[in-house]
């Protein structure tokens, strides 16, 4: 799976993750492309479904949705939207975008995708309602753990699962934990790199919404096992994994390679390590994992 998010802002490159998984779709045969996130609530559903079922056609049914609110603000006036409606317009236009994805040709919507149903999952960063929602409509959940300890994300998924059967659904749909994280051939190695990058970035965005500045000892603390990120060695990483399984079950682990700038071989380097000693792994461990599976 590989994901770019949708910002508005001159401290990150990609507006339109369509066009850039595109791009992707063409130099790849089997990896899966989605958006990480598409901000629904301030764009318009008969579009988004269109460029996601364009890049289907393009990526031979590979393409998926990730929708949600949005963690940055500035698409909102920049497209002319009230913040006061920032839940309103998430639910009505996710509701549109369910619509259109059951039945396009009928609506007029082109192009059709190659999957009988596009996947369309429902990024939830930390309100239990936006949770019930997805389990509610009977969609996969994306959970973004970026702060604080994972066990109390654990309602979260409990809410998912239960609105999902609650609503008649007999299979609960999928749940994804996504993360920030780096990795490196040590665990010193990895913190001392990530750190200057990730408090670069985060200072800055801390400066806008009253956020003190990252220091080490917590950003160290959140290396731990109980911790959020994801940056350490290959063995930290699959333990973490591992641990968080426990709690929550879920059926796909995304990490987000890097926040902060750093250099282009590292972050390559990260990937491979994460292909090659911490995927395997974590596919072994959890070979007889066999919580249904359902992903609409």
């Known amino acids: 799976m590989f994901g770019v998010g949708e910002h508005h802002r001159p401290d990150f490159v990609v507006s339109a993750p369509a066009v850039v998984l595109a791009a992707a779709a063409a130099r790849t045969q089997a990896i899966r492309l989605t958006s990480a996130v598409s901000v629904l609530s301030s764009d318009d559903p008969i579009r988004v479904f269109q460029q996601f079922a364009t890049l289907d056609l393009l990526s031979n049914g590979r393409a998926e949705i990730m929708a949600g609110r949005g963690s ?10 009230d913040l006061k409606d920032y839940d309103e317009l998430f639910s009505a236009k996710l509701e549109r975008l369910l619509e259109i994805r059951a039945r396009p040709a009928e609506l007029g919507v082109y192009p059709v995708p190659v999957q009988p149903i ?8 930390g309100t239990p309602e936006s949770a019930a929602r997805a389990g509610g409509l009977g969609l996969p959940m994306a959970l973004a753990i970026i702060g604080g300890m994972p066990e109390r994300f654990a309602p979260f998924a409990e809410i998912h699962r239960r609105a999902a059967l609650e609503a008649g659904f007999e299979q609960p749909p999928a749940l994804s934990i996504n993360s920030h994280g780096f990795i490196a ?3 010193q190695a ?5 750190f200057p990058a990730l408090k670069v970035m985060m200072d800055r ?3 806008e919404r009253g956020w003190p500045p990252l220091e080490r000892p917590s950003f160290d603390a959140s290396r731990t096992l109980r911790g959020a990120s994801f940056v ?9 994994i591992l641990f968080q399984h426990e709690i929550f079950h879920h059926r796909r682990f995304l990490l987000q390679f890097s926040v902060g700038t750093l250099p282009h071989r590292s972050i390559m380097r990260s990937i491979e390590l994460f292909g090659t000693e911490v995927a395997p792994v974590i596919r072994r461990e959890l070979a007889t994992f066999r919580e249904p599976l359902r992903i609409p």
Do not use: C, H, M, N
């Open 72 to 81: 940055f603000i500035e698409s909102f006036p920049l497209f002319g939207y």
């Open 205 to 207: 965005i801390g400066r």
């Open 118 to 125: 596009l996947p369309v999952w429902v990024a939830v960063g």
């Open 190 to 194: 990895a913190a001392d790199e990530a």
């Open 232 to 240: 350490g060695s290959p063995q930290e990483v699959v333990e973490k």
């Open 185 to 187: 051939d040590t665990s």
